[in-house]
């Protein structure tokens, strides 16, 4: 979606929407008509309900993008904590323990 202009009135809605979240809605009121009863208001909500229906799967697909860096970053930080806090190595690059794993 790229972008959605909607201008209420108090008997109408005016939409500029090349993503095409109108047509949807525009579909379920063609199935029901008496939906326009409800007013400009529910035809607004209906097409910004629509837009957040059509952003789920981008916010899902993030936020498994950040659990998957929060887990690797993790991992390396108690890597790192682990290499530091090592007997062996004191800390060095050279470290020939299993904290460098």
Same mark, same amino acid.
Do not use: F
């Given at each position: 979606? +790229?972008?959605? +202009?909607?201008?209420?009135?108090?008997?109408?809605?005016? @939409? $500029?929407?090349?993503?095409?979240?109108?047509?949807?809605?525009? %579909?379920?009121?063609?199935?029901?008509?008496?939906?326009?009863?409800?007013?400009?208001?529910?035809?607004? $909500?209906?097409?910004? +309900?629509?837009?957040?229906?059509?952003?789920?799967?981008?916010? +899902?697909?993030?936020?498994?993008?950040?659990?998957?860096?929060? @887990? @690797?970053?993790?991992?390396?930080?108690?890597?790192?904590? %682990?290499?530091?806090?090592? %007997?062996?190595?004191?800390?060095?690059?050279?470290?020939?323990?299993?904290? %460098?794993?």
């Amino acid at each position: 979606m +790229d972008e959605l +202009d909607l201008i209420i009135g108090p008997h109408y809605v005016i @939409t $500029h929407d090349p993503g095409g979240l109108v047509d949807e809605v525009r %579909a379920e009121v063609e199935r029901s008509p008496r939906l326009l009863q409800k007013g400009p208001a529910w035809v607004a $909500h209906a097409i910004l +309900d629509a837009a957040v229906d059509r952003y789920m799967p981008l916010i +899902d697909n993030l936020d498994g993008e950040i659990e998957r860096w929060a @887990t @690797t970053c993790c991992a390396r930080r108690a890597r790192a904590r %682990a290499h530091l806090s090592c %007997a062996s190595c004191s800390g060095s690059s050279a470290c020939c323990s299993p904290c %460098a794993a």
